[in-house]
């Protein structure tokens, strides 16, 4: 949310202003728990018991009529579970990920969760030879095939389906319970002037639901290891030659560079707007080179010249605010990141 509150604002300036120029960075970002240093090997099961074919699976005709309709939900799980360690996978926090392919369940009470006890827990990672294991317990879809008739449009119909589920993290040992409770949906439609021979059949809701369970399942890694994710910065130029230089570093990422030039002419300037934007500058210099406490630093003093000057309920200021809230949350999360990388991380951000 202050992400975007911060590109609404941003927006708005940009188109308001040509002294700004708005860019697009990637940032690195902790997982939403911390697993021990101990655990290097992680294993994902899958704990769900397959949903019945003929249960979730209505058909909606636009005379009214409801139907159920039978779509098996067969290796859905293993999608979701495949595209879960696949993505964790590529991060440095474990040696290696594992997808279990046997069957944990067998029963047909697909909606009731049976968590792994503590013993079972033990037993499992020993026979596994793994740390950790990330247990899939729920996994439920609800579909729906609709036909529609609207008045000057050709007839059509629409598949919709819902995943929900849960994730649990669990290793020998543990004194507190990680749950993970998710929910995903798509939406595909199809109308009579699109061809299609045989629109939504059984097959083609299967399809959608495995398309979803790979989707979803690639999502759900930043609960486990760091994350990289796409926000968007800014940087004041000016019709001064040293700040144009600047500008030019800036544009390719140099940062150190155009550090460099926008600090000496700090000393320079006895114009508040002017000082204002070269400290929000060196803010974003300093963020993009890892030195969070001196972007903070920075962008505070901005913020304190734009409200005094400009006003609280500027533009400028609410835009400093809602970046020095982005800058606290990132300083807090560098110290949760290193612990996660059992190292420091290598600079902050990525700038596109």
Same mark, same amino acid.
């Given at each position: ?17 040509s002294? #700004?120029? &708005? ?7 902790? @997982?939403?728990? !911390?697993?021990p ?6 294993? #994902?099961?899958?704990?769900?018991a397959?949903q019945?074919?003929g249960l979730?699976?209505?058909y ?14 067969? &290796?859905?799980?293993y999608?979701?579970? =495949?595209?879960?360690g696949?993505?964790?996978?590529e991060s440095?926090? =474990?040696?290696?990920?594992?997808i ?8 047909s009470?697909?909606y ?10 033990? #037993?499992?990672?020993d ?6 294991? #990330?247990s ?5 879809f609800? !579909?729906?095939v ?17 995943l &929900? ?8 040992g543990q ?10 949906s ?42 990289? &994710? ?12 040293e ?7 800036a ?10 030039i ?19 500058n ?10 969070f ?12 010249? =734009?409200e ?6 500027s533009?400028y ?5 809602r ?22 991380p @290598? ?6």
């Amino acid at each position: 949310m202050k992400q975007t509150c911060l590109s609404a604002v941003l927006a708005v300036l940009f188109f308001s202003c040509s002294s #700004i120029r &708005s860019m697009e960075v990637e940032t690195y970002n902790p @997982a939403a728990i !911390t697993f021990p240093p101990e655990i290097r090997t992680v294993m #994902i099961v899958n704990n769900a018991a397959q949903q019945p074919d003929g249960l979730g699976h209505r058909y909606i005709r636009s005379r009214g009529d409801d139907s159920v309709m039978s779509v098996p939900a067969d &290796s859905a799980a293993y999608d979701f579970c =495949f595209r879960l360690g696949e993505s964790m996978a590529e991060s440095p926090v =474990f040696q290696d990920v594992r997808i279990c392919d046997d069957t944990m369940r067998r029963d047909s009470v697909f909606y009731d969760k049976r968590p792994f006890s503590g013993d079972a827990v033990e #037993i499992l990672c020993d026979s596994y030879g793994v740390d950790a294991l #990330i247990s899939l317990d729920h996994f439920v879809f609800l !579909t729906e095939v609709r036909e529609s008739e609207f008045a000057g449009f050709p007839p059509g119909k629409s598949v919709h389906v819902r995943l &929900s589920g849960e994730l649990r993290a669990l290793w020998p040992g543990q004194k507190e319970i990680y749950t993970f409770p998710f929910s995903d949906s798509l939406n595909w439609y199809w109308s009579e002037d699109l061809y299609f021979d045989s629109p939504f059949t059984p097959a083609d809701v299967k399809y959608a639901m495995h398309y979803l369970s790979g989707v979803t399942g690639g999502k759900m890694h930043v609960n486990f290891v760091p994350y990289w &994710s796409t926000g968007n910065r800014w940087y004041y130029t000016s019709l001064s030659s040293e700040w144009k230089r600047g500008a030019v570093y800036a544009a390719a990422g140099k940062w150190e560079e155009a550090t460099a030039i926008w600090e000496p002419l700090l000393s320079g300037t006895g114009n508040w707007r002017s000082r204002a934007c070269l400290l929000s500058n060196l803010a974003l210099c300093r963020e993009m080179t890892g030195d969070f406490e001196k972007a903070t630093g920075y962008a505070a003093e901005s913020g304190r010249l =734009f409200e005094t000057y400009a006003g609280e309920d500027s533009d400028y200021t609410k835009l400093q605010k809602r970046y020095l809230e982005v800058l606290n949350e990132r300083a807090k999360n560098d110290a949760v990141l290193s612990g996660q990388l059992r190292e420091s991380p @290598a600079g902050g951000s990525a700038a596109h």
